[in-house]
């Protein structure tokens, strides 16, 4: 990734407790009046509680682009915000492009290797927030599945590779393969902004994509079905 420009991170999220979409929505939700409140309040509400400093940085300054003197469907934006988007349904069940890329004891990952299982393939990188809330519900997914015939393949998204990796990967205590990906890999995934999150059938093919923080329980029942349907096929 060395001389490529930083990846931006996917706000679109899910909960409450995973950034200032929930806090908007909560707000709201919480006081009704907030609704006709000055812009400036608002922003200073959503962006009080230790967030980082570009998360405000980014959120105040989508909401300025979108809204003028005083917030106007305020929960429409929020409901934007807060869930996900996916890729076109075009997309889906589609072969998932091939690739071959070092871990890092410089073993080859190959996305081929893994057909004739469910393949979770997820692009992050250590400098994003939503990656971080994600990563140990992903560990606790390879711990509970991988005897049913799941495996988490991880895609580092970072420019400075194993550097900032390595010592993230083993502070986390990762149990699934990580890779660094590059930029001609994120193209062929379309990914523009972090996380996103894709789920690979046995068959090799594309059942689902997220960009943005998943819903850890959908995701969850999305992985179970692809599993039972990979054994209720197989006794056929």
């Known amino acids: 990734m060395t001389g490529s420009s930083k990846i931006p991170v996917s706000y679109p999220s899910f909960g409450s407790d995973t950034g200032n979409a929930g806090r908007l929505l909560f707000v709201v939700e919480a006081r009704p009046e907030a609704a006709d ?18 998360e405000q940085s980014h959120s105040a300054g989508m909401l300025r682009r ?14 934007f915000l807060v869930w996900p988007t996916r890729v076109p349904a075009a997309n889906l069940r589609k ?6 890329l070092n871990d890092s004891k410089g073993a080859s990952v190959r996305l081929s290797d893994y057909k004739g299982r469910v393949v979770l393939l997820d692009f992050w990188a250590t400098w994003c927030p939503w990656c971080e809330i994600e990563i140990p519900w992903y560990i606790e997914f390879q711990n509970k599945y991988k005897g049913k015939g799941l495996s988490v393949i991880g895609v580092s998204m970072d420019e400075d590779g194993w550097e ?7 502070e986390k205590k990762m149990n699934y393969a990580v890779v660094v990906g590059n930029e001609d890999l994120a193209k062929l995934y379309a990914v523009d902004a972090l996380p996103v999150t894709l789920l690979i059938d046995r068959d090799g093919k594309i059942a689902d994509s997220h960009a943005g923080v998943v ?11 692809l599993l039972e349907d990979s054994v209720k096929n197989a006794t056929k």
């Open 37 to 54: 409140a000055p812009l400036g309040q608002l922003l200073d509400w959503i962006t009080s509680n230790g967030t980082r400093r570009e």
């Open 66 to 79: 979108m809204f003028s003197e005083n917030v106007v469907g305020i929960v429409l934006v929020a409901a």
């Open 95 to 100: 072969t998932a492009p091939n690739f071959t």
């Open 164 to 170: 900032s990796v390595k010592p993230f990967r083993e």
């Open 215 to 225: 819903d850890k329980d959908a995701f969850e029942n999305e992985i179970r079905v």
